[in-house]
């Protein structure tokens, strides 16, 4: 089974935001594979929708052996653990409402390879207009 390298988009504006980013941190490197590189804690404005809680964010990368479908199971199992509900986007036709959140892992990129499934899209097809993903992914980029 081969290694793949992954870019994992981490934000938090709920609670105590920077310990939500170190506990996704850990359960990356028990579920998913070691953390090679991580960015600093960015903080940000919320994008999509009006909080007043404020957004901190970091992007990792990560060898695993786990495919993109796998992938996205165990992100979406450690998002649930750490508290994240179904309300995080809901939809409203076509748009998704986003709302607060202790915790989201985005799966920006996966190795080279381009995915596009409903429910999973590789590269991150909002990433080149979030400053909060792409601020932190060029900090630890390694092509």
């Known amino acids: 089974m081969s290694m793949h390298t992954v870019y994992l ?3 938090s ?3 105590d935001r920077r310990a939500h980013l170190d506990m996704a941190c850990e ?12 960015s600093a804690y960015y903080d940000s404005q919320p994008w999509g929708f009006s909080s007043d809680n404020a957004f901190v964010n970091a992007v990792v990368c990560v060898h695993t052996r786990l495919s993109p479908r796998r992938l996205l199971s165990t ?10 509900g179904r309300e995080h986007a809901t939809q ?10 202790p915790i ?7 190795d080279n390879i381009t995915v596009d499934e409903p429910d999973l899209k590789i590269p991150h ?3 080149k207009q979030r400053p909060f993903v792409m601020e932190p992914l060029q900090e630890i980029f390694q092509p």
Do not use: A, C, S
């Not at 989201?104 to 996966?110: F, G, K």
């Open 92 to 101: 409203h036709g076509d748009t998704p409402v986003y709302h607060d959140r």
């Open 9 to 11: 988009g981490l934000g």
């Open 27 to 38: 359960k990356i490197k028990r579920l998913v594979g070691d953390i090679v590189r991580q």
């Open 75 to 84: 992100t979406q199992r450690i998002e649930r653990e750490l508290g994240k």
């Open 104 to 110: 989201d892992i985005d799966i920006l990129l996966y």
């Open 13 to 15: 504006n709920m609670g």
């Open 125 to 127: 097809p909002l990433m």
